[in-house]
């Protein structure tokens, strides 16, 4: 039970510590909205305190990381994060209710207050998260089944990395127009070019990933394996990501990716030895 005390409490001030630093970084609203949960978690360390009778340390680590998380992938993935690890150790903190009769409330200040005032973070990159998914998902879809079937059709990795680049900027291009004109369509987008440009750097982003494997190795077919690990990462990271940010099921959101993506690749693959057959083209 003391064990789970200071875990407990231990999470509370390095909890404040992380809100306090994001608070003093970001602007405007997000940062009285930061500053008031670091007072709830401050709050909540010295409830603690009065039982376990101890000042603990924060976990310096912890902090680290969700500061490297906040820099490399935005506010709202890692207080989302944050928030997601806390509700699994929240198990553990009930079997302290007897002994502590404010742990309830504790907890339900993190269950629902906090989750409040996590909505109220306001964060220029997710509104265009849909933007990023199109580009995302678009250049995984039409790339990766465009490259498996260029394949097995040229069997020479220079001749796809080539054909796989010239077609992925084009398409980024026709893609982020594409977004354009619908978002200017729409009474409600907020910023057109925006979306737009989120779209298309998305999509590029993915291009280079996907292309890199006929450029570092000779061998096609080995390339080719390589795009299915790195497509296989891509998806996993953005279901991940996306299941963080906007509370959605990771399982379901990385199957529909998953099936999408590689189904799409397998069908390109048969039409790549099909045109093959057909046309009866070697290129050495």
């Known amino acids: ?4 005390l200071y875990g407990f409490q231990r999470n509370e001030i390095t909890e404040f510590y992380v809100y306090k630093f994001l608070s003093k970084i970001s602007k405007n609203k997000n940062s009285k909205v930061l500053r008031k949960i670091a007072e709830d978690e401050f709050r909540h360390y010295n409830i603690l305190k009065k039982y376990s ?16 998380v906040y820099f490399i992938l935005g506010l709202t993935f890692s207080l989302n994060a944050m ?11 009930l079997m302290l209710k007897d002994e502590i009769p404010e742990i309830e409330k504790i907890i339900l200040d ?5 989750k409040e005032l996590l909505k109220l973070i306001d964060e220029e990159r997710i509104k265009y998260i849909s933007s990023m998914v199109l580009g995302l998902n678009d250049a995984l879809v039409e790339l990766t089944g465009t490259l498996a079937g260029l394949t097995f ?13 010239i077609t992925g900027i084009a398409a980024s291009f026709s893609m982020s127009a594409s977004e354009y004109l619908s978002q200017r369509s729409d009474p409600n987008s907020q910023n057109p070019l925006k979306s737009a440009i989120y779209t298309g750097i998305a999509y590029i ?9 006929y450029i570092l190795v000779p061998n096609p077919f080995f390339a080719l394996i390589f795009l299915l690990v790195i ?6 990271f953005f279901s991940y990501f996306v299941s963080i940010v906007q509370n ?19 069908l390109s693959f048969i039409i790549g030895i099909i045109a093959k057959m057909l046309f009866n083209i070697d290129i050495l």
């Open 231 to 236: 497509a296989l990462v891509i998806i996993l």
């Open 153 to 165: 059709a040229f069997q020479n990795s220079k001749l796809v990395a080539l054909s796989g680049v």
């Open 110 to 114: 993190e269950d629902l207050h906090e």
């Open 205 to 213: 982003f993915t291009v280079f990933l996907l292309v890199m494997p």
């Open 83 to 93: 928030e997601k690890a806390e509700e699994k150790a929240q198990k553990n903190y």
């Open 1 to 4: 039970m003391r064990k789970i």
């Open 53 to 68: 009778k101890k000042d603990l340390h924060p976990n310096y680590l912890k902090i680290i990381w969700h500061i490297f």
């Open 248 to 266: 959605k099921s990771f399982k379901g959101y990385f199957s529909e990716m998953f099936l999408i993506s590689f189904g799409v690749m397998g």
